[in-house]
């Protein structure tokens, strides 16, 4: 309770800072004074009679806190915009916009940062982890809108242009293929022969791959269809289990192969599903299917200990509901690309969604609606994940050095059981701390993110407010904001003193 | 480090780590602490690289146009090298361009391969649509960037440590009050406040803009010194300190504040990085710097829409942006490493040689 009560206190104090700060660095008649229209007095007295002018800044706060104080008798009063449009109504018709932006690119920042930092950390002081350390300097230093400027160039256009080919040219699968090989073999160091054998054979694995992509013009008719999927799941079944508890349990093996088979079978089903008149049910129902075989194949297959191996599994068969969803998404592609309003440009630099002129399908729609995440969203994830890099690679050598790992490693347990339960969880505390407090933040980064790629969030908000000098649409957008920070800040608190037992939230100093 | 090693090599290794502390010690005998951090500091390879490449960044932005110190009409100008300055207009050149864009770039730095070496030809950088001169331009702007990361820096780092140091020395009320302020700044995301600030005093110039920004960038910092602050008073040399008689002037100055001083030193540096981007960010969102003054953000804000044509206008202001950054970034990584006595360098062969050698030595000598 005490904390509630320090939140309110800051959030009060923040709000007065900044109405006070914004109130006295504006000068919303300026513009009238200058104007030579001829009714200027009455409009400078008007407008001054509207905005409570004749008030000092901090009584007019008081005011506009009296509105807002409403939201606990359940009749909040942002103030009106500009354009006597309430301000809650302009703010919540952008939050879900600029949620779902951020919502994305945190996940995936989160994702990958985590594994880069952890692989950099394991491979302390090798060449990879120098170059993990370059490259997340680098993405510290870059600007997000020249970034933006350059993605809608070379993901968009240049991308656009590729599709209506969509073949490779060798000179490029070449550089593909040696790249990816450069990274795998820099990942896997050790001795000089085992690093050229797999630069080698991820080089040849990948040229082959790339060239058939390209014979088949996949790009331009993406599937996966039931063998892919196959193939991918089993993949994704022994990956999975080798991380969590390793290839060993026989009895997580089997049943997240049988996940495999299982996802497999059910894409056929699936399809029915979700190809009816209620597809946002048919994947609900999918889901739930999944869920509730993976936890009872589970049972059937493991006597002990079988929390591991339903969490094993789990992962798994969302994993496969995902593939299945993908490859909904790519039945989708060719309609999408050949509709009228899109016209084969599918990479979308602005806007979030594509305005429809004619009928489409769900699916369609929510195709479209993914193109046009995918530029911000690498945006706002290559500025944000140098520092999940940086932090988790810092945290998991810290934690490497703990007594507690050598102990484990004493009782003679392997490597992987030594990193993934011992090392890997306590890194996660400390960075779920970053982790939520980083969503506020991008928040803010989203500001300039909007403006670049013309989404319609709290962003273009927030820059309408300071150019046509709106007071309570800035408060509103600023408070929403601080309200967002705070509450962050407070649940990683919370969640902090929930993972680490050693931690204490208020209790005493 | 988590790599499997045999048993035999795991021994060696133990060895050698015995070894590791007599290398150190050894190292740093008869050195003052500013000597050791130094040390460190300029041993660190990519550090030592960035410093050398910000100060040629510096060299190059401030020495190439032209200084006019005083009155508009009748300016006394120091003469830079370079022969065009950022408010020049000569003619638009035409040929030789791609595409039939105009006022490409005329810089040629891959050397001598395509058979006519390095040049800088009449605009290295190309010209802007009325002409201007693009590096006379990237320069000013360059320098306008730079400008505001130092002002920014330098107060932010004097508010920061001197609150931070009051807050954390006298604790009581003056702490909880200072430090409610710095929540109240601080749950405000900080484009917010520059977009306020700057859109207004944007105009009065780059160094007033830093200036305002910089009572709004120190709350970070003090947090930080504060958390020192905390932990060092409560040290024995503290108490010694006092019981002699020292003041808190004193106390403060002369005892906390230089045990505090990596810490200030590296996030001041990281706070830089961030204040030119914040810089940047603001002007090209239009709430910074503006017309007719330049910035690297309002070049790029300006002609992000002819990146199809005239790719130029948009590589070189970011490029600077980014080497900049980078830099400071690199510094302060390296003086992160200097002062943090936990941090060791990684043990080259020859050390480990010396370290075995040592041992030996020990052993034959018992």
């Known amino acids: 309770m005490r904390r509630i009560g320090a939140l309110f206190i800051i959030l009060f104090g923040s709000s007065f800072l900044l109405f006070n700060l914004a109130a006295l660095s504006t000068d919303p008649i300026a513009e009238l004074r200058l104007s030579d229209a001829p009714n200027k007095e009455q409009l400078i007295v008007s407008l001054t009679r509207e ?56 996940i995936v920042a989160i994702v990958l940062g985590i594994s880069l930092g952890i692989t950099s950390a394991l491979r302390q002081y090798t060449r990879f982890d120098y170059g993990m350390t370059f490259f997340a300097f680098l993405l510290y230093s870059l600007p997000i809108f020249w970034v933006a ?49 797999i630069f080698i054979g991820v080089f040849i694995a990948n040229s082959l791959l790339l060239t058939a992509i390209s014979a088949t013009k996949w790009f331009a008719y993406p599937r996966l269809g039931p063998i892919a999927i196959a193939i991918l799941g089993v993949g994704i079944a022994l990956g999975v289990t080798y991380l969590s508890v390793g290839l060993q349990a026989t009895a997580a093996v089997k049943t997240s192969l049988m996940m495999a088979g299982f996802g497999t079978i059910s894409y056929f089903p699936a399809q029915a599903v979700l190809n009816s008149d209620r597809p946002r049910l048919g994947l609900l129902v999918l889901f739930v299917v999944l869920v509730a075989v993976s936890v009872a194949g589970s049972y059937v297959f493991s006597r002990i200990d079988r929390g591991p191996i339903i969490r094993t599994s789990l992962i798994t068969s969302t994993l496969i509901g995902l593939l299945i969803l993908v490859d909904r998404l790519m039945q989708a592609w060719r309609p999408f690309v050949e509709s009228d309003d899109v016209n084969y440009r599918p990479v979308a630099t602005i806007g979030q969604s594509t305005i429809w002129l004619s009928e489409v399908p769900f699916w369609v729609r929510v195709l479209d609606q993914v193109m046009h995440l995918i530029l911000p969203t690498i945006a706002l994830t290559l500025i944000s994940f140098a520092g999940y890099i940086r932090f988790s690679r810092g945290t998991l050598l810290d934690v490497l050095n703990q ?47 909007e403006r670049v790629f013309a989404w319609q969030g709290m962003g273009t908000l927030f820059n309408k407010a300071i150019v046509s000098f709106d007071l309570n649409l800035l408060m509103g957008v600023s408070i929403f904001l601080s309200t967002l920070a705070i509450l962050a800040n407070l649940v990683a608190d919370l969640l902090y003193s929930a993972l680490d037992p050693r931690i204490r939230v208020g209790a005493g100093k | 480090m988590a790599k ?38 300029v041993r660190h390879r990519a550090a030592m690289i960035a410093v050398i490449v910000l100060f040629s960044i510096i060299t190059l932005v401030y020495t190439a146009l032209d200084w006019r110190i005083g009155s508009k009409e009748d300016p006394y100008i120091i003469p830079g090298w370079w022969k065009y300055n950022f408010e020049d207009m000569p003619p638009l050149l035409f040929e030789d361009c791609p595409g039939g864009s105009v006022g490409c770039p005329t810089i040629d730095a891959i050397p001598f391969l395509d058979g006519d070496g390095v040049k800088m030809g009449e605009h290295p950088f190309g010209q802007d649509d009325i002409g201007r001169d693009y590096f006379a331009l990237v320069m000013r702007g360059a320098q306008r960037s730079l400008l505001v990361m130092f002002i920014i820096g330098l107060i932010a780092a004097t508010l920061g440590t001197v609150i931070g140091a009051v807050a954390g020395y006298f604790r009581g009320w003056v702490d909880a009050i200072l430090m409610r302020l710095v929540d109240f700044i601080i749950t405000i995301p900080v484009i917010i406040i520059g977009s306020v600030i700057g859109y207004h005093y944007g105009n009065k110039g780059a160094a007033f803009l830093a200036v305002l920004l910089g009572f709004f960038a120190w709350t970070g910092l003090s947090r930080l010194v504060r958390g020192e602050f905390l932990t060092l008073r409560e040290r024995e040399f503290v108490d010694a300190a006092r019981v002699a008689g020292a003041s808190n002037r004193r106390v403060i100055f002369k005892h906390i504040l230089p045990n505090a001083i990596g810490v200030i030193i590296v996030s001041v540096t990281l706070l830089m990085s961030g204040a030119i981007l914040l810089e940047t960010a603001l002007s090209f969102l239009g709430f910074g710097v503006t017309a007719p003054d330049v910035s690297l ?57 010396n370290a075995r050698m040592m041992k030996n030595r020990s052993e034959v000598a018992s």
Not at chain 2, 8 to 33: C, H, M, P, R
Not at chain 2, 333 to 349: K, M, S, Y
């Open chain 2, 297 to 353: 953000g309002l070049l790029i804000s300006t002609y992000q829409d002819a990146f199809t044509t005239r790719p130029w206008l948009f590589w070189y202001p970011g490029l600077f942006i980014i080497a900049i950054a980078l830099c400071i970034n690199f510094i302060g990584d390296g003086l992160r490493d200097a002062f943090d006595p936990r941090q060791r360098r990684r043990l080259t062969r020859k050390d480990k040689e």
């Open chain 1, 51 to 106: 905005l409570r002018l004749d008030l000092p800044a901090p009584v007019r706060y008081f005011i506009w806190l009296r509105g807002v104080l409403g939201v606990f008798v359940g009749n909040p009063n942002f103030g009106l915009t500009r354009e006597q449009e309430p301000v809650i109504n302009a703010i919540s018709g952008a939050i879900p916009v600029t949620i779902r932006l951020v919502f994305v690119a945190t």
């Open chain 1, 149 to 197: 400027v350059l993605l809608k160039q070379y993901l968009a256009i240049d991308f656009n242009d590729f599709l209506v080919n969509a073949t490779i040219s060798p000179p490029w699968i070449i550089f593909f293929s040696a790249a990816t090989g450069f990274f795998w073999a820099a990942i896997f160091s050790g001795t000089r022969k085992r690093v050229v054998q």
């Open chain 2, 4 to 41: 499997k090693k045999s048993s035999a090599s795991e021994v060696e290794q133990a060895q050698v780590d015995a070894g590791e502390n007599a290398i150190f010690n050894k190292e740093t005998e008869g050195l003052s602490q500013s000597q050791i951090v130094f040390r460190r500091f």
């Open chain 1, 403 to 449: 007594d507690y790992i050598r102990t484990a490693r004493a009782k003679g347990l392997n490597e992987r059981t030594v990193i993934m339960r011992h090392a890997f969880r306590n890194t996660m505390i400390p960075l779920t701390t970053i982790m939520v407090a980083d969503f506020a933040g991008i928040v803010g980064g989203a500001i300039i993110t």
